[in-house]
C-alpha cells in the first residue's frame, strides 16, 4: 500500500532549476535512509543521491555534486532534491525510494536501487533549450 509519489518534474532550459519532492503521507520516512535514482531508456538506473536518517551522511554521485541538494522534512514524510545548474544530460526519469533495511547512507557508495523499496512511478525531467 506505501508507495512514494514524486512530483517536480518539467522541461527546464540548460542553467535552470528544479525542486523535486518525493512523499509517502502515512510512511514515517524519517527511519530510513532515502534514494534519488534516474533512468534513461536503455540505460542502467543511476543512484543520484541518498539522506540519512539520523547522521549527516548523504550520497552525491559525482555528475550531480555541487549541483544537486537533497533534504528532508520528517515531519511530512517528503524528501527533496534541489537541482540547479542543470544539463542536458540531467534528463531523466527521476525515482525516490526507501531503504528498509538500513537509516545511513554509504559514504561513497552509490544507492543500490535492489535495497530499496516503494518505488513511485517517477517524474519527468527534460533539459533541453
Known amino acids: 500500500q506505501v508507495q512514494f509519489v514524486e512530483s517536480g518534474g518539467d522541461l527546464v532550459q540548460p542553467g535552470g532549476s528544479l525542486r523535486l519532492s518525493c512523499a509517502a503521507p502515512g510512511f514515517s520516512a524519517e527511519y530510513y535512509a532515502i534514494g534519488w535514482f534516474r533512468q534513461v531508456p536503455g540505460k542502467e538506473r543511476e543512484g543520484v543521491s541518498c539522506i540519512s536518517y539520523n547522521d549527516p551522511s548523504t550520497y552525491y554521485a559525482d555528475s550531480v555534486k555541487g549541483r544537486f541538494t537533497i533534504s528532508r522534512d520528517n515531519a511530512k514524510s517528503t524528501v527533496y532534491l534541489e537541482m540547479n545548474s542543470l544539463k542536458p544530460e540531467d534528463t531523466a526519469v527521476y525515482y525516490c525510494?526507501?531503504?528498509?533495511?538500513?537509516?545511513?547512507?554509504?559514504?561513497?557508495?552509490?544507492?543500490?536501487?535492489?535495497?530499496?523499496?516503494?518505488w513511485g512511478q517517477g517524474t519527468q525531467v527534460t533539459v533541453s533549450p
Open positions: 525510494a526507501a531503504n528498509l533495511m538500513r537509516s545511513r547512507c554509504e559514504v561513497g557508495i552509490a544507492p543500490r536501487g535492489y535495497e530499496f523499496s516503494y
